[in-house]
């Protein structure tokens, strides 16, 4: 049973990373899916959130980042369009009965080990 983040990489200012996070063992449709990030030495911060098809952003990603899942292949994304420096950070996925900003990360059963975006010219 886990969770597995893919897609990361490097870009430049501008552009776009879409990320996966992959369940094995349980049935990623009856969870809602948190995405998460932790940028070199600051604390882990919520940055999306779909509970079936509801979903919710932080602030600082609103209207660039998109969340979705495709329960055909128990996977959930993050799609990052214009994407800046301070986006750069590792991005990790969890999943739980509920997420969003005013959820406790210690409350998610299940975690993602997290995969690199950077974002640098």
């Known amino acids: 049973v886990q969770l597995q983040a893919s897609g990361g990489g490097l870009v430049q200012p501008g552009g776009s990373l879409r990320l996966s996070c992959t369940a094995s063992g349980f049935t990623l449709e009856n969870y809602a899916v948190g995405w998460f990030r932790q940028a070199p030495g600051k604390e882990r911060e919520w940055v999306s959130c779909i509970i079936t098809t509801t979903t919710s952003y932080a602030d600082s990603v609103r209207g660039r980042f998109t969340v979705s899942r495709d329960n055909a292949k128990n996977t959930a994304y993050l799609q990052m369009n214009s994407l800046k420096p301070e986006d750069t950070a590792v991005y990790f996925c969890?999943?739980?009965?509920?997420?969003?900003?005013?959820?406790?990360?210690?409350?998610?059963?299940?975690w993602g080990q997290g995969t690199q975006v950077t974002v640098s010219s």
């Open positions: 969890a999943a739980d009965l509920l997420c969003g900003s005013w959820y406790p990360e210690r409350s998610y059963d299940y």
